[in-house]
């Protein structure tokens, strides 16, 4: 017994010593071969553009992704819409809320533009705070200037914020304290945050204008951002400020007049080209290459507005969408000799890149001629000639999903009309109209004495035929009570489909007041979007915007 | 939620896979759904064990030879009743719909055209021989299978060959086991099934002069005839697998025993597309094709060692071990287009100009992960006079998937008991059960997430953002990382009856079980900033699913010529979420949004509440349809129930959040089955049977193509019938109570009838048997759609936009995709032959 009793234990005493040796072999597998683990990395001097550029990247995604700024912007107001088509573009009738001024609390577009945003700011904290803490390397010399265009950045990501919600948290910090839930700010304290922020770091930045400093915030962007701020001071904060916008805006111009680096295009149409990356109205722009920014849905406006059998006009590499067009009654304002109409919407008989006519292949225009025809029945229902389509930029031969075009977010045509407005609004309406007549020469060649616009006429009201104009209802407001209304006409003429008509629209007390096409005012309220439920779930500091 | 869907496989003892042994070699299945049996496993029984046993040589030294083969044959079980030519003209005639697709003159029955009666065969070879001392299995199996539709087909030649040998009076004991299997196959594109049903049935397949017919134009639409036609592809895959386990006894009650595996899948596949296919006539692609291939290496090692020993009625069993388990995984792809030639498909993917063109980023890619899953485990079973049982084990492990977690070992506990009550002394002179025994037990199995590096902060290459000029790649943190990261854990209490009584004629089980997930692995919305980004992976919440299996079998008849068995299975299972807060992670909400809808609706399609049941649609409730003629607006639109209960027109209807309410339940409430086996002197008859029921299907099949407004593209036959008697549709495609439909059904699925050959007459054959069989043969339901078993995972959820798509597995059941192609039924027919 006791010699079987010995060998057990050697047996038992060999066998558990065997695993002790395999207990060092806890070792878990630690190699990532497709992302970089933080705490093994140290970022060297030629990693820093790669690093500090992530914070640009948001822009594109917050102003034209799906459901975003574009939408907020243009699908609210009155010069375009999106109407059910025979191929859907209902879509839980998201567009049709947008159009109405209906959006829920919970739409995509609440949504997205506050996370989008957000995404924004919380790049441009985490690069500031990384640059002050030296995780990554920067040049003793260029740490201010790149903080410094940091915080500009940031404050156009706040200006979007400030715009479309108000009431919104300020977060300047990267290292908050653990736990830590942003609390909410009056529209008035994210107005002053941006304005000083703005004044602050302008000085800091580079005043050069080159391929060094495109697409990144110089103090030409800098202070084209100001001037807006100023020009919507009334809407964000109770108290106009036409002044010390007129007063940044002719910085802008003595210094475009002195050197040259900002001129207004001869042709309009050459801001808006596929290649206007060289483009000397353009003070600020968003870059895109459908090489590079292959998101789905980055920038495909074409494919939004043109119908499926459009694929042979420009020979596009898959099928448009079609759905977005123009409101009637915003077409029927343009003169008939503004070239700004033809160039920048797609209408009548369409032909293949050879030539050929184009036939529809949906509801009641099956194998009928596809000519697009100025006339919507409503947001409810339309055929696929039904509205104007949106051309404003070019759409490039063989183009993909996505084009290529960079956006222009602040252009120099913008800085003259905003210190036209703002002559006009102080009781300069000569001095306006010549800066007005300045911008529209480009547009009238076939005949120039139409580009002159009088200080008298300036001061008249709007021409656009505003009620309800649909196959339901037909109701007949008017624009002539509107304030200044010819100058917002004006910037609906100069400025469509750049995502800001909504913009203007409040600045003039039009957006919650006219009806259009199937719009009915739905309440002054909405002259703000709604904090989105997802986020005051999230956060409990967050109260909702009024009337929501 | 973790990366463990799967339940754990086991053939003889090593981790594989049920396509690694042949159905005829199979001698013994069982499952083991108990928590505490389970939790010795570790985080891979997480989901069950299913234990497979393969046939043995027996002691009878002599060596048998086993030939057995099927064929069989295909058919649509049940199809969507789409308008054909004749009635969509009917139609129009009767000025029922308007003419938006155009007539084009033919009659084609487009899902036909794509389709065909399949056959397929398989043939098995196995021989077994051997003794007690030294024993080998070798089988070769060859299956061929073709698709139901054109061009698809799955091919596969597979060997085993499995030895046991014991040495030094059965002191040592040696297994070596081989499996390698080739396999080749071109799948089937579902899009083809979509536009299939889709098509124009009065479009003629082929043009006047031999090309296929299309209508390129139209959105979305293309002839899928030639999409078959006009494409190529094909898969091959190898796996080899080696397994060696080495069992000593050295001492009396010990054993020690060492398994060793190594296995290897390679696969490497191509597609091409010619000039004639839609991508070029289209989209101008020119000819298309990519390929590419995949990689993936597991080992693993267990070391176990057990001691037994019994003092007077007192059994002990202790048990040790280790287990080290690892996977290397590449693949590699790239796509090409704008050929010179589209005649060499994908053999030379570099004449393609697309990837030398430079116009295109991410043509081609490549990927690795290497993960493993190292863990201890000890097991103690007694037993007195093996009436009293109890059993206690843990496992401890720890998964590269947590590597940088705090807490990245879980702890798996297990314990139960069993009391045999029909051994006691009481029970001795009953003569009602035969046997009868209570077990209880509780026990903890973990799941870990199945990304890897969740919980550290990670950099990688991003969006692209213009600098000086030049397109350079940002590098970004790509996600918040979460260092409190940890094992999902199921927690399962068990309490379970086993009995047999009227000897052995009939028996049972019941199991009353309560399964509690804690540490819910799920993508939590946090507030960004200031958080990275608005969503973390994170362990939060706990949910529950409890219920009661009862499993009966009984012999009702038997004597001389006739047997017949039956065995009944009926659960029932409810399931709730009961928190989805922790310390760290709190909402002011109760609620998560589940699932996706695809384009046009783009919205969640279900809600899970605290409080609430798994699988609860949520959508808006249809009361009624306008009917009105002169109120334009709402004339054949949807009436809604508002927030209020009281019915809401279409154009007053907000189509927000708060106007959705819970239209149904996508989880059975019972389940069912009840199998049979007969038999009659030689021949034998087994019939399965199974239903579910009290549970809904969202019939997105009906929601897509019973709305009239998609008129472009063929509808079913009753979409243009006034709903409710009343009106046409108008309303636009959207996610409602009209779709959800009852899903109860009752299949009769499996019957097989045999022949047995006892004696053949033949010298050299022992014995025979042909059978005829079928699968999928009858179904009782009420459901419309085409099959009322829909998969638990909602997988066919794409989106066309940004829309966020919540990842789900598991809590958007029911949802019938109105992409899923036709199950089928299977008529086959075979034969055994045992030399």
């Known amino acids: ?548 | 939620m973790g990366v463990n869907q799967n339940p754990l496989v086991l053939i003889d003892g090593v981790p594989g896979d049920l396509k690694m042994v042949a159905p005829q070699d199979i001698e013994s299945i069982d499952v083991l759904k108990d928590g505490s049996a389970a939790a010795i496993y570790g985080t891979r029984g997480m989901n069950g064990v299913i234990i497979i046993t393969t046939k043995r040589a027996g002691a009878n030294n002599r060596t048998s030879v086993e030939y057995s083969t099927y064929a069989s044959i295909q058919t649509i079980a049940h199809k969507l009743d789409m308008s054909t030519a004749a009635y969509m003209r009917a139609q129009i005639a009767d000025s029922l719909r308007q003419n938006q697709l155009i007539d084009q003159g033919a009659s084609t029955d487009w899902l036909k055209e794509i389709t065909r009666t399949p056959v397929s065969q398989d043939h098995n070879l196995t021989i077994r021989g051997g003794n007690s001392v030294t024993n080998y299995l070798a089988s070769l199996n060859y299956d061929n299978a073709q698709g139901l539709f054109l061009k698809s087909y799955n091919q596969v030649f597979s060997g085993r060959f499995d030895m046991n040998h014991s040495m030094f009076n059965n002191k040592l004991k040696l297994n070596v086991n081989a499996f390698s299997s080739s396999r080749k196959l071109n799948g089937f594109n579902s899009n083809d099934y979509r536009q299939a049903i889709m098509q124009n049935p009065t479009a003629p397949v082929k043009n006047p002069d031999g090309t296929w017919f299309q209508e390129l134009t139209k959105f979305d639409y293309q002839s899928p005839v030639s999409d078959i036609m006009e494409s190529d592809g094909q898969t091959n895959e190898v796996l080899s697998r080696y397994n060696g386990t080495v069992t000593l006894l050295p001492v009396k009650g010990l054993k020690l025993s060492a398994l060793f595996s190594y296995s290897k899948w390679m696969q490497e596949y191509g597609y091409a597309e010619t000039k004639q296919h839609a991508s070029t006539l289209r989209d101008g692609r020119n000819g298309y094709a990519r390929e590419g291939g995949a990689e993936s290496i597991d080992r693993l090692m267990e070391l176990t060692g057990e001691y037994s020993k019994s003092i007077a009625k007192n059994n002990f069993s202790l048990l040790a071990g280790y287990s080290y388990q690892e996977n290397d995984y590449t693949n590699h792809s790239m796509e090409n287009w704008n050929f010179p030639t589209d005649i060499f498909s994908w053999h030379d993917i570099g004449l393609g100009r697309a990837i030398s063109s430079g116009d295109y980023v991410g043509l081609v890619n490549s990927y690795k992960s290497t993960t493993n899953l190292i863990g201890f485990f000890g097991r103690l079973t007694y037993n007195y006079d093996q009436r009293y049982l109890l059993m206690a084990s843990v496992r401890k492990e720890e998964a590269s998937q947590l590597w940088g977690a705090n807490n990245k070992w879980g702890t798996f506990p297990a314990i139960s008991a069993g009391w045999r009550i029909s051994h006691e002394e009481f029970m001795s002179h009953q003569k009602i059960f035969n046997d009868l025994k209570l077990r209880i037990g509780y026990g903890v199995t973990g799941s870990q997430p199945s990304d890897l590096f969740r919980s550290v902060a990670l950099l990688g290459y991003s969006g692209f953002v213009l600098s000086n000029g030049s397109w350079i790649q940002t590098l970004v943190p790509t996600q918040n990382a979460n260092p409190d990261l940890k094992w999902e854990e199921k927690r399962e209490t068990n309490i379970g009856l086993d009995f047999s009584i009227l000897d052995g004629r009939a028996g049972g089980s019941i199991d009353l079980y309560d399964r509690q997930i804690h540490n819910l692995l799920y993508l939590f919305a946090v507030p960004s900033p200031p958080n990275l980004y608005n969503q973390t992976l994170a362990n939060v919440g706990v949910l529950q699913n409890k219920g009661i299996e009862v499993s009966l079998n009984f012999i009702p008849v038997t004597n001389k010529n006739f047997i017949w068995n039956s065995m009944v299975n009926f659960s029932t299972n409810s399931n709730k979420l009961k928190s989805l807060s922790n310390d760290l992670y709190k909402t002011s909400t109760d609620y998560i949004r589940v699932g996706a809808i695809f384009p046009p609706i783009q919205t969640f399609s279900h809600l899970l509440k605290v409080g609430g049941s798994v699988g609860d649609f949520y959508g808006y409730k249809v009361v009624d349809i306008g009917d009105d003629p002169s109120d334009a607006a709402n004339y054949g639109q949807w009436i809604y129930e508002g927030q209020d209960g009281k019915p809401v027109k279409y154009s007053d209807f907000g189509h927000s959040f708060e106007d959705k309410r819970v239209i149904g339940n996508g989880l059975p409430k019972y389940y069912l089955s009840w199998n049979n086996n007969f038999q009659y002197k030689n021949w034998d008859l087994a019939i399965t049977q199974r239903g579910a029921f009290k549970f809904q299907i969202a019939n997105l099949q009906r929601m897509m193509f019973e709305n009239p407004t998609q008129a472009q593209y063929n509808l079913l036959k009753n979409a243009f019938d006034p709903v409710f008697g009343k009106a046409v549709l108008k309303s636009p495609v959207e996610f409602n109570s009209y779709y959800i439909e009852n899903g109860d059904f009752w299949k009769i699925d499996n019957i097989t009838l045999g022949y047995n050959f006892i004696k053949t007459g033949i010298k050299y054959i022992q014995s025979a048997r042909i059978y005829v069989a079928s699968l999928n043969t009858f179904i009782i339901t009420g459901y419309k759609g085409i099959d009322p078993e829909v998969s638990l995972r909602n997988g066919t959820s794409t989106a066309q936009s940004g829309v966020v798509q919540v990842p789900t597995s598991g809590l958007d059941p029911g949802m019938d995709s109105p992409y899923k192609y036709p199950t089928t039924r299977t008529f086959s027919v075979g034969l055994n032959v045992n030399f």
Request: glycine letters at 6%; hydrophobic letters at 35%.
């Open chain 1, 1 to 548: 017994m006791k010699k079987i009793n010995h060998s057990i234990k050697i047996w038992i005493i060999t066998f558990l010593s065997i695993p002790t040796i395999f207990l060092a072999c806890t070792k878990l597998k630690d190699t990532s071969y497709n992302q970089i683990i933080s705490s093994e990395f140290t970022p060297t001097s030629s990693e820093l553009p790669a690093l500090a550029g992530a914070a640009y990247v948001d822009w594109r995604g917050l102003l034209l992704q799906w459901n975003t700024v574009y939408r907020a912007e243009e699908v609210s107001g009155d010069e375009m819409l999106t109407p059910a088509r025979p191929n859907g573009w209902v879509d839980g009738g998201v567009y049709r809320r947008i159009h109405e001024h209906k959006w829920t609390t919970d739409d995509d577009v609440v949504i997205n533009i506050w996370t989008r945003a957000y995404q924004g700011i919380t790049n441009c904290n985490r690069i500031i705070y990384e640059v002050q803490s030296s995780s990554i390397p920067v040049a003793a010399k260029d740490t201010a200037s790149l903080i410094g265009e940091m915080k500009l950045l940031r404050a156009s990501y706040y200006w979007m914020l400030c715009d479309i919600y108000g009431n919104v948290p300020i977060v300047d910090r990267f290292d908050v304290p653990a736990g830590y839930l942003p609390v909410q700010n009056t529209r008035k304290e994210v107005y002053d945050f941006i304005v000083s922020d703005l004044i602050d770091n302008i000085p800091k930045v580079t005043d050069e204008v080159s391929t060094k400093t495109y697409g990144k915030f110089n103090k030409w962007a800098g202070l084209t951002l100001l001037a807006k701020m100023y020009l919507n001071a009334q809407v964000y904060t109770g108290t106009p400020e036409w002044e010390k916008c007129k007063a940044v805006c002719d910085t802008i111009i003595n210094f475009a007049n002195s050197t040259g680096k900002f001129i207004l295009e001869p042709n309009q149409k050459n801001v808006f080209v596929t290649e206007n990356e060289n483009s000397k109205e353009i003070i600020f722009a968003l870059p895109f290459d459908s090489k590079y920014v292959n998101d789905w849905n980055s920038f495909d406006v074409h494919m939004q507005t043109l119908e499926p059998e459009n694929q042979k006009t420009y020979n596009l590499q898959s099928s448009p969408w079609g759905g977005v067009c123009a409101i009637p009654q915003f077409i029927n304002t343009f003169d008939p000799d503004d070239s700004r109409l033809t160039d920048n919407f797609i209408m009548g008989q369409q032909y293949t890149a050879s030539g050929d006519s184009i036939f529809g292949t949906m509801g009641a225009f099956v194998g009928k001629p596809l000519a697009y025809r100025n006339y919507v029945p409503g947001v409810d229902q339309s055929e696929e000639v039904d509205g104007y389509r949106l051309g404003k930029f070019e759409i490039a031969m063989g183009a993909t999903n996505r084009l290529s075009n960079d956006w222009p977010l602040f252009r120099y045509a913008d800085v003259l009309m905003m210190k036209a407005e703002c002559l006009l609004r102080t009781g300069d309406a000569n001095g306006a109209a010549a800066l007005v007549t300045q911008v529209r020469e480009r547009d009238f060649k076939s005949d120039p004495a139409k580009a002159v616009v009088t200080g008298v006429q300036l001061l008249k009201g709007s021409s656009y035929d505003y009620g309800l104009r649909s196959h339901l209802d037909s109701t007949f407001e008017g624009g002539a009570d509107i304030q200044y209304g010819r100058f917002l006409d004006e910037l609906g003429w100069e400025f469509n489909q750049e995502a800001r008509r909504r913009t203007d629209m409040i600045r003039f007390g039009v957006f919650t007041t006219k009806s259009w096409l199937s719009h009915s005012p739905n309440g002054d309220y909405r002259a703000l979007f709604p904090i989105p439920t997802t986020e005051i779930d999230k956060n409990s500091n967050l109260k909702q915007n009024p009337g929501y």
